[in-house]
C-alpha cells in the first residue's frame, strides 16, 4: 500500500468515527427524555430501559453500517481522499437518520396504540352498569 492509499484509508476510518460519534451524541441527547416516554408506553421501567437501549444499539450499528458501504478501494489523489471522507460522512448520517426514522415511525405507532387504549378504557369506565 502506498502513501495515497493509506491516507484515503486513514480519512475513511476518520469518517466513519465522526459518524458513529454522532450516533452516540443523539442516543446520549434522547436518554433521558427517550426512556420517560417508553416506560410509560410500554407499561413499566425496565421494558421502557430495555426498548430505549435497543433503540440505541439500532442507530449505532445502522450509522457504522452504512459507513462500511463507502470502504475505499484504493487508489489516488487528495481528491480521492476528500471524496471517501464526504461519501462516508454522509452514509453515516443517513445511517443514523434512517435509524431514528425507523425508531419514530414505532413510537408513534406504540403512543397511538396506548392513546386508543387508554380512551377505551375512559369509556368503559364511564358507561353505566346496569
Known amino acids: 500500500m502506498g502513501d495515497q ?18 450516533a452516540f451524541a ?13 416506560s410509560e408506553l410500554c407499561g413499566g421501567g425496565a ?21 462500511l458501504w463507502l470502504a475505499p478501494a484504493g487508489g489516488g489523489a487528495v481528491g480521492e481522499g476528500v471524496r ?5 460522512l454522509g452514509a453515516t448520517v443517513f445511517g443514523l437518520l434512517a435509524a431514528l426514522v425507523v425508531l419514530g415511525f414505532v413510537l408513534q405507532l406504540g403512543i397511538s396504540r396506548y392513546e386508543a387504549n ?5 369509556r368503559a369506565a364511564a358507561e353505566p352498569t346496569t
Open 84 to 88: 471517501t471522507f464526504t461519501r462516508t
Open 118 to 122: 387508554v380512551r377505551r378504557a375512559q
Open 5 to 22: 492509499s493509506m491516507t484515503a484509508l486513514n480519512v475513511y476510518l476518520a469518517a466513519l468515527g465522526c459518524g458513529v460519534t454522532l
Open 47 to 67: 421494558r421502557g430501559r430495555f426498548w430505549m437501549l435497543f433503540g440505541n444499539v439500532g442507530m449505532v450499528l445502522a450509522t457504522m453500517w452504512c459507513g
Open 26 to 38: 443523539v442516543c446520549l441527547i434522547f436518554r433521558r427524555t427517550l426512556e420517560v416516554l417508553l
